[in-house]
Structures are given as C-alpha cells and as structure tokens.
Nanobody, 127 residues
Framework: QVQLVESGGGLVQAGGSLRLSCAYS????????MGWFRQAPGQEREFVAA????????WYGDYVEGRFAISRDNAKNMIFLQMNSLQPEDTATYYC????????????????????WGQGTQVTVSS
C-alpha cells in the first residue's frame, strides 16, 4: 500500500503564492503517476497537475497551467505543487493521489483512476 500526507496549505491573499508538499511511502515504482487534485465544498474533485515518478512527463489542468508547477524529489519521497498568482477560485482542499503503472494523460487526469489518497490540505485565497 501507498501512504500520502499533504502539507503546506494556508491562508493567502489573491496574487500570493503557496508551496504544497506530499510525502509518500510504500510500494511505488518509476512509472507510477502522482497527481494533485482539489475539491471545494459541494463540488467534484478537480484535476490540478500530475507527474510520473520517473520525471517523464507533466500535465496540468486548464485553469492552473502557467500558474502552478508540479515537481518531485525521489530521494526525499516527496511531490510538490508550487502555486503562484493564486485567485479566490483556487480555494479548495488539495489532495495528493497515487496511481500504479504507466498511463496516458487522459487516465492521469481522472480522479477515479487513483487508488491512494492523502487526507488533504486546505488552501484559502482571500480577495
């Protein structure tokens, strides 16, 4: 099994930045996908960004591309999400997810394809 723990959320003004971290442990492999998703109250879980643990490929949701950046540090077993130019619409609980095995972008964008999740970290952006 894979365990994931998110951290780094908080309260920030519009235009500000935050860096989220996801510490993972367990049986992972180089082709596995790691994703960041977010969910606001009463809304569906939304794709934010994804990366393979091998570093081969990164993908972003339409509303965050150009503002957010996903990265990894395999030596530390961590995934990061750098969030810049934050807007009130970015307010949500952010989750880190894991999917075993190599997959195309369409698969990595779908939260239903992930089998392991952290408990989330809250991001609140004030106007």
């Amino acid at each position: 099994q894979v365990q994931l723990v998110e951290s780094g959320g908080g309260l920030v003004q519009a235009g500000g930045s935050l860096r989220l971290s996801c510490a993972y442990s367990g049986r992972t492999h180089r082709d596995d996908g790691m994703g960041w998703f977010r969910q606001a109250p009463g809304q569906e879980r939304e794709f934010v960004a994804a990366i393979r643990l091998s570093g081969a490929g990164t993908w972003y949701g339409d509303y965050v591309e150009g503002r957010f950046a996903i990265s990894r540090d395999n030596a530390k077993n961590m995934i990061f999400l750098q969030m810049n130019s934050l807007q009130p619409e970015d307010t949500a609980t952010y989750y880190c997810g894991h999917r075993q095995g190599r997959a195309i972008s369409a698969i990595l964008r779908d939260p239903r394809q992930y089998t392991h999740w952290g408990q989330g970290t809250q991001v609140t952006v004030s106007s």
